[in-house]
Nanobody
């Protein structure tokens, strides 16, 4: 069973930074792990889930939603089996629950549609105050 665990959420003022981490310990032991895309999504109350960034595990290529380009950076640490999201210059509209997800067939270029991702973490809350 694939288990993804997010950490690093919290509260910050606008303009501040946070770093989220997604741990995939047992999943990382799978021989299929490197075939996956690992992504970050977010969902604010009353809004649809929005794709933020995705990483092609095998090559490390990253793709971002326009709303976060230049502010957020996704990366992976293969030694720790984690995927991180560095969020800088945070805005109140970034407030949401952030989820880590894994998907195998997400298209080319890779999709940030939630329907394309198969496995999900429980989420970590990010709150940005003005």
């Amino acid at each position: 069973q694939v288990q993804l665990v997010e950490s690093g959420g919290g509260s910050v003022q606008a303009g501040g930074s946070l770093r989220l981490s997604c741990t995939a310990s047992e999943f990382a032991a799978s021989k299929y792990y490197d075939n996956y895309y690992m992504a970050w999504f977010r969902q604010a109350p009353g809004k649809e889930r929005e794709g933020v960034a995705t990483i092609q595990r095998s090559r490390g290529n990253t793709y971002y939603a326009d709303s976060v380009k230049g502010r957020f950076t996704a990366s992976q640490d293969n030694a720790k089996n984690t995927m991180d999201l560095q969020m800088n210059n945070l805005k109140p509209e970034d407030t949401a629950m952030y989820y880590c997800a894994a998907g195998l067939y997400v298209g080319d270029p890779p999709s940030l549609r939630s329907s394309e991702y198969n496995y999900w973490g429980q989420g970590t809350q990010v709150t940005v105050s003005s």
